[in-house]
């Protein structure tokens, strides 16, 4: 599943409260104050996302609540990514990141703990 960048904005606001159901209108508040939207702006991202299944709509007072969370989203967005820039190969993702922020030896600690886990 796919999620615009507005709609992932939305779905931060839902994660930071908890992921508790949270009035629209609360929404709208919160997304007006960080990002400037108007009420109409957020009620369609609502709506949109409601749509695409990442957000349950209970009514009266439109009640949202998140259906996904903010691991999975990384995870698929995560994908995304390395399927459409690093050619499916996640070991091109690895060697970026490590080119950017270089590798400690707490890094390197870390990293063999990671392999021993997933060889078991």
């Given at each position: 599943m796919?999620?615009?960048?507005?709609?992932?904005k939305?779905?931060?606001?839902l994660?930071?409260?908890?992921?508790?159901?949270?009035?629209?209108?609360?929404v709208?508040?919160?997304?007006?104050?960080?990002?400037?939207?108007?009420?109409?702006?957020?009620?369609?991202l609502?709506?949109?996302?409601?749509?695409?299944g990442?957000?349950?709509?209970?009514d009266?007072?439109?009640v949202?609540?998140?259906?996904?969370?903010?691991?999975?989203?990384?995870?698929e967005?995560?994908?995304?990514?390395?399927?459409?820039?690093?050619?499916?190969?996640?070991?091109?993702?690895?060697?970026?990141?490590?080119?950017?922020?270089?590798?400690?030896?707490d890094?390197?600690?870390v990293?063999?703990?990671?392999?021993?886990?997933?060889?078991?």
């Amino acid at each position: 599943m796919v999620i615009g960048d507005s709609e992932l904005k939305v779905m931060k606001i839902l994660w930071e409260q908890g992921n508790m159901p949270i009035e629209a209108k609360q929404v709208s508040v919160i997304a007006g104050e960080l990002y400037g939207w108007n009420k109409n702006t957020t009620y369609t991202l609502l709506k949109r996302c409601v749509e695409k299944g990442t957000i349950k709509r209970e009514d009266p007072n439109f009640v949202c609540t998140p259906l996904i969370t903010k691991e999975e989203v990384q995870r698929e967005e995560m994908e995304h990514l390395i399927e459409k820039i690093f050619d499916n190969s996640n070991m091109s993702l690895f060697t970026v990141l490590m080119e950017k922020e270089g590798i400690s030896s707490d890094k390197i600690e870390v990293l063999i703990q990671l392999v021993e886990k997933l060889k078991s």
